[in-house]
Nanobody, 113 residues
């Protein structure tokens, strides 16, 4: 059974930064593409960024140039560095092993003054 745990969320003022972490148990982390998703109140869950096992990355247009996704396969950990945060980035952020049913429980990010 794979368990995924996100951390690093919180409250930050506009323009601030946060770093999210995602740790996955088991020995399968390194073989999957990983993704960060977010869901704001009243909206559908959307892809934020994706990283392949060889660290090739893609980003959603709203976060390009502000967010950076990375991974450390030896630590079974993925990160999302979020800079220049905006109120519209407020959401619950989820970690996902692509092409599987495995999701984390989410971590809340709130950007407000």
């Amino acid at each position: 059974q794979v368990q995924i745990v996100e951390s690093g969320g919180g409250w930050v003022q506009p323009g601030g930064s946060l770093r999210l972490s995602c740790v996955a148990s088991g020995n399968i982390f390194g073989i999957f593409t990983m993704g960060w998703y977010r869901q704001a109140p009243g909206k559908s869950r959307e892809l934020v960024a994706r990283i392949t096992r060889s660290s090739r990355t893609t980003y959603a247009d709203p976060v390009k140039g502000r967010f950076t996704i990375s991974r450390d396969n030896a630590k079974n950990t993925m990160y999302l560095q979020m800079n220049s945060l905006k109120p519209e980035d407020t959401a619950v952020y989820y970690c996902h092993l692509e092409s599987t049913e495995y999701w984390g429980q989410g971590t809340q990010v709130t950007v407000s003054s």
